[in-house]
Nanobody, 124 residues
C-alpha cells in the first residue's frame, strides 16, 4: 500500500506561482497513475490533473489548462503540480491520489490512495 504526502502549499498573491509535491513511500509510484484533486469546504473533491505511469500522458481540468503542469519523477517517487497565474478561485486543499486502474482516471472513485492534502490560499 502506497503512502502519499503532499507539500508545497501556502499563501500566494493572485498571479503568483506555487509547486506542489507528492512524495510516495511504501510502494513504487511508477506502478500508479497519479492525480491531483482539490476541495473547498462544503464541496466535493474535484479533478485538477492526472499523469500516466510513464508520464507520457497527461490530462487537465479545463479551468487549469495552460496554467498548471503535472509532472513526475519516478526515480524520486514524487509527483509535482506546478501552478502558475494563480487566481483566488484556486484556493482549496489540494490532494494527490494514486490509481491502479487501466485508464487515466479523472474521477475520485478511480483513486485508491490519497494523501492528507496541502492548503493553497490565493489572496492579496
Amino acid at each position: 500500500q502506497v503512502h502519499l504526502v503532499e507539500s508545497g502549499g501556502g499563501l500566494v498573491q493572485p498571479g503568483g506561482s506555487l509547486t506542489l509535491s507528492c512524495a510516495a513511500s511504501g510502494g513504487t509510484v511508477s506502478n500508479y497513475d497519479m492525480g491531483w484533486f482539490r476541495q473547498v469546504p462544503g464541496e466535493d473533491r474535484v479533478f485538477v490533473a492526472a499523469i500516466s505511469r510513464s508520464g507520457g500522458t497527461t490530462s487537465y481540468a479545463n479551468f487549469v489548462k495552460g496554467r498548471f503542469v503535472i509532472s513526475r519523477d519516478n526515480a524520486k517517487n514524487t509527483v509535482y503540480l506546478r501552478m502558475n497565474s494563480l487566481e483566488p478561485d484556486d484556493t482549496a486543499a489540494y490532494y494527490c491520489g494514486a490509481s491502479e486502474g487501466p485508464l487515466l482516471g479523472l474521477e475520485v472513485e478511480e483513486y485508491a490512495y490519497w494523501g492528507q492534502g496541502t492548503q493553497v490560499t490565493v489572496s492579496s
